[in-house]
């Protein structure tokens, strides 16, 4: 299938212009203005719009295999096309875990099949127990490139620094640490602060956080090891990293949008919808993180797109389980929180959301310049559509956003995954 994308302004690594894009059997055919559609191509109108490569989510939870009931392979691949990616790295909390080659090849057999490229993780410990080390050669062999115990914490220093050595020897490896100290953490379901006293929740401490943040830089500057710090929410982890690459320290970090828009008020109605991992923190977080996005502090947004079932998250607080969606809402909350109020650019914004995150991942056929030759991996959006969240719309199989009724600007219109228009005029195509 052949493509024109007309009248958009393009923005890359490499700039802003204004230019069409040809696209001929997957591949970047051209890009330039004034270019008119070779034979039986479709025209895909961007006026208005954005042209830039398509997003890479470091951080998804496809629930496939095991959690069919909130979310598939497929859903999420659908989600996550609508909102503009065309790479999601699947997260390895699945059942079971993403351990073995087994798993992981049945993860990307699935994958094919989805209208985005899905990337498994693997495992850094076994079953993600933190008692003995996944066998990550074998899963590096298959792809892998980011491991993690996503949702559990490698709490053992030990481990992880056993971890961090083994993963030097494999190109392209990152360790990708979901800082929650075990014991620090343990019995908490809420951001520990004013909130939780007057709610009566136990909470956890921003602490619980950031002594893993602290304790993890130390182990990257001991091995030379590569730490990716998934979702970070607290003031203090931000200020960590920060001193942290000002050292040179081969450390990375991302942010989701739930952590620079929403704070730990939001629990007031003890309405699980607002209970996440690492939980909603306080302004004052929210700022710092909104400044370390700003600052290159924090490399990339990564939705944590946590799809639950209705039932699970209608159980009481503390029993329900954390997790939000956020794969069909992350671009219109970085241009609505981060782009409008004139804390980010644009480009600045899609480095966030595409060739950073690719970066990290290692996926050299995404997020690189809109230039004759590339794979047409391509994210269209009109970065001043106005549209209000209607969770009954989502394609994703659960419910879960806490952003319902939400005003936002921002709308993907068209995605292009190997030169197909997987989305078309904002309705998926598969
Ligand atoms: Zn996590």
Known sequence: MNLLIHGGTVIDV??????DVVVEDGVIAEVGENLSAPSGATVLEADGCIVSPGFVDLHTHLREPGGEDAETIETGGRAGALGGYTALVAMPNTNPPIDTAAVVEQVHRAGRAAPCHVVSSGCITKGRAGEELAPLGELHGLGVRIFTDDGT???????????LEYARALPGAVLA????DPQLARGG???????SSRLGIPGMPAEAESVVVARDIALAALTGGRVHFLHLSSATSVELVRAAKARGLAVTAEAAPHHFT????????????YKVNPPLRTDSDIKAVKEGLAD???????????PHPAQEKERPFDEAPPGMLGLETALALTL??????GLLDLPKAIALLSWQPARIAGLSEHGGPIAAGRPAHIAVFDPAAFWEVDPTKLASRSRNTPYAGRKLTGKVRHTILAGEPVVRDG???R
């Open 177 to 180: 640490q979901h800082c929650e």
């Open 153 to 163: 914490c490698v709490g053992d220093a030990g481990l992880m620094r056993r971890a």
């Open 14 to 19: 490499d700039g802003s212009r204004r230019a």
């Open 296 to 306: 290159g502090t924090i490399d990339a947004i990564a939705t944590d797109h946590a």
């Open 262 to 273: 929403l704070t730990d008020s939001l629990c007031c109605g003890y309405d699980p919808l």
């Open 336 to 341: 609505t929180e981060l782009v409008v109020p």
């Open 427 to 429: 309705q998926a195509q």
């Open 189 to 195: 379901h809420m951001n520990e602060g004013a909130w």
